[in-house]
């Protein structure tokens, strides 16, 4: 029996990039401490995947418009097509201005590093530095959903950083060589 799978609907295209955050989020905290190489591959790669699409949708920058091949993307270009109204200019300022730079930053190395099959992607040896890049996206998001919260529930609730961040969670380490009947 061949199974078949769809994400989740979206009612509207705001759900749409709500659900580009969910994942963002939940790929980041997939890789606390992961440690199977295919799982952390796979983490990093989704995270980087919806990581390209929220710079490209905040910067407007790639924005491309309806053709007789595609239809248009969203993006802040053209705000009246997921918020139904235009932005005023200091929320354009307050998403599209750090985006822009976000997107001038990781745009080109996200796509040449996982959307297409490159000779640099042999060639170069890249480093991500995932906590320092949701570090800078993360004021974006947290305005984006205060001008335009979700209607949706998020895939995920929570988001573990660290075990030091779990407040209810207590770790003992033991040494091997000690007596642990003393526990």
Not at 55 to 62: D, N, T
Not at 106 to 116: E, G, N, P, V
Not at 129 to 145: A, D, T, V, Y
Request: glycine fraction near 2%; include cysteine.
């Amino acid at each position: 029996m061949i199974q078949k799978y769809e994400r989740r609907r979206k009612s509207s295209h705001l759900d749409t990039v709500h659900y580009e955050i969910d994942i963002l989020e939940y790929s980041f905290s997939r890789l606390v401490g992961q440690r199977e190489l295919p799982e952390t591959n796979m983490a990093v790669e989704c995270f980087l995947l919806h990581y390209r699409n929220l710079i490209e949708f905040f910067s407007g920058a790639k924005h491309r418009k309806q053709t007789d091949r595609q239809k248009p993307d969203i993006s802040v270009a053209d705000p009246r097509v997921w918020a139904g109204r235009t932005l005023t200019p200091d929320e354009l300022n307050s998403l599209q201005t750090p985006a822009r730079s976000l997107f001038d930053a990781y745009w080109a190395d996200i796509s040449q590093f996982l959307q297409h099959c490159t000779e640099r992607r042999f060639k170069d040896f890249k480093e991500w530095n995932l906590q320092e890049m949701n570090g800078k996206l993360n004021p974006i998001l947290e305005c984006f959903r205060r001008l335009f919260p979700p209607t949706a529930f998020p895939i995920h609730f929570t988001r573990a950083l660290s075990a030091e961040s779990a407040s209810t969670t207590q770790f003992t380490v033991l040494d091997p060589l000690s007596d642990t009947k003393k526990l």
